[in-house]
Each structure stands twice: as C-alpha cells, then as structure tokens.
C-alpha cells in the first residue's frame, strides 16, 4: 500500500523537475539576450559596483570636477568602448560609468581600465607592475605626450570633517591636492614651478631657460598646466 500511494508521486516529481529546470534556464537565456541587446554589446562594462552615497553634509565635489558625467571613450580589458559618459571620482579614485538604458551607474573595475577620455582629456591608469618608480597608483591626466618625455597631471580630494561651533552639525569638505610629474625614461620627476622644471630637464637647461623668458610662462596654478605642456614640447622638439 505504501508503494502503491507514493510511487506515482515520485514519478510525478521526477517528470516535473526536468521542465521547471528547463523553463528557468530558458528565461535566464532570454534576460540576458535581452540585456546584451539592450547594452548594445557594453554589457561587460556594466559588472561593477554600485557606487557610494555620500549623504553627509559636505562643501565641494568629490568628482574630478563636477557631478556631471562627461562623454568620452575608455579601454577596458583590452577593448575600446566609445560614446559612454563617465565621471571620476577624485576621492576614491574610481571611474563610474553611467547605464543609459537604467538610469544608473557602476564602478569600473580598475583592473581593467587601461585608459579613457571625458570630454577630450586623456587619462591613464598608471598601476606599480607596469611602472614601478610610480609615486602612486591610479588615474592620471596626460597633459602631454610627446616620442620621449610626458607630462602627467594627479588630482587628489581629500575629505577633511570639522565641527561646527555649537557642535550641533558636522561640515564635510573636499580639499584639491594636484601633483605633476614629468615622465622620462621611465622615472617620474615631481615638477611644480621653474626651477623643477629646468631640474629634471637639466640637459636642455639653457634652451628652457630662453624659452620660459621668451614665452613669459608662469606657473601658478592657473598657468601651471600650460606652461608645463610648453616647456616639454619646447624640449621634445630639442632633442629631435
């Protein structure tokens, strides 16, 4: 009797099984087709982590420069991804991507970003395997890039938190620390101002010199990007 009541059950469980297992890998197949065809093929991309909130109270950004995500391209695992919007987090030192089609974003997996560009401005990720003599790891702006010598620009915020008088309230603010380097056979020299410059490019010392009274260059932080980029095409030129 036993046998006879459970039997067809088992039976019954055994036959069921197979088509509800068939039926769930059918429509995972079908999500995921459905969201490689929404992604246009930029899925891989997308695999990230959700970028933090910051929800305290703060002064400043904690991007790069603004909130606002920027057209650009980026090389990721070995491929070239164009027309994405991207925005760096200076902080963390992340780059988000955005997802049009959710309205939302994801990190990037550092790994495996070899390079981008926002609005035009070229970046790089410069990782200690690749350039030991690197003062840190993470994302720099290429202000230059020339047959033998680069300039590179590292932009840092910091989150600095201070009490308020009554103590009722805490004030977050994103301090900028930016550090440029003169990248040349395969050593980075920390350069600022003249006489870093002239230092690190020492063997053309007197063509610099000329050039930077010719050209009036200053190096305050307004003109510091541009002077810098002068004097380094000035030296590739030189020694040609």
């Not at 620390?177 to 010392?205: C, E, K, M, Q």
């Amino acid at each position: 009797m036993i046998r006879t009541v459970f039997a067809p059950t088992a039976l019954f469980f055994l036959i069921i099984l197979p088509k509800h297992e068939t039926l769930s890998a059918q429509i995972h197949t079908s999500v995921a087709k459905y969201y490689m065809e929404q992604s246009g093929g930029y899925s891989p991309l997308y695999n990230g982590k959700i970028p933090p909130q910051y929800n305290m109270l703060h002064e400043g950004t904690y991007f790069l420069e603004s909130e606002e995500y920027c057209e650009g391209t980026v090389v990721y695992n070995g491929k070239l991804y164009v027309d994405v919007h991207l925005n760096l987090n200076a902080h963390l030192d992340e780059l988000y991507i955005k997802i049009p089609q959710y309205n939302s974003w994801s990190s990037l997996l550092k790994a495996h970003v070899e390079s981008f560009t926002m609005d035009g401005r070229q970046f790089t990720n410069i990782m200690k395997q690749e350039w030991p003599g690197a003062p840190e790891e993470g994302y720099y702006r290429i202000l230059y890039e020339g047959e033998d010598i680069s300039v590179l620009k590292r932009t840092v915020k910091r989150m600095n938190s201070s009490s308020a008088v009554n103590n009722t309230k805490v004030t977050h603010v994103f301090e900028e620390s930016t550090s440029y380097y003169i990248l040349r056979n395969g050593y980075f020299h920390p350069v600022r101002g003249r006489s870093s410059v002239l230092r690190a490019l020492r063997d053309r010392r007197k063509e610099l010199s000329h050039h930077i009274r010719k050209e009036k260059l200053g190096f305050r932080k307004e003109e510091r990007d541009a002077s810098l980029v002068s004097c380094a095409a000035m030296y590739q030129k030189e020694i040609k």
